[in-house]
């Protein structure tokens, strides 16, 4: 452009520049808010889930004490089985990749498998 040779040049990034970064970083901060809420609440939901269970085993057991025994021997070995690996020893390593492929926030660590005993026994998400 031979033409603006020696005049300012009119661009609008001097206007919008503060008013976008601003708008980002707003925008960065809610949505790791929402990634950290988010966290809370299946952390709380798998506190309500356990909880549930323990109901529940425990109705199984008050009522497995008013019947009677069950005298088949084979019947004992159908119910006790082999704990299998991976129930016994937890997850070790997870396939889902550290950071989101389209996000821009910095992510948190990802919780999986022997990391969730972890964390509830500090008793935070």
Known sequence: MVDSIGKIP?????????KKRNFLQRTIQK???WRDKARINI???RERYKLKVKNNQALMMAKK???SPNLNPSA?????GDKPKSREYGVTHS???L???YSIVKPAERIYGNIWKELEREGKP
């Open 99 to 101: 950071k989101p492929k």
């Open 43 to 45: 952390f709380q939901q």
């Open 31 to 33: 949505m790791e808010q």
């Open 10 to 18: 009119v661009t609008r990034s001097h206007t919008i520049s503060g």
């Open 76 to 80: 004992v070995k159908a119910t006790l």
């Open 65 to 67: 004490a008013d019947r």
């Open 95 to 97: 396939t889902v990749p």
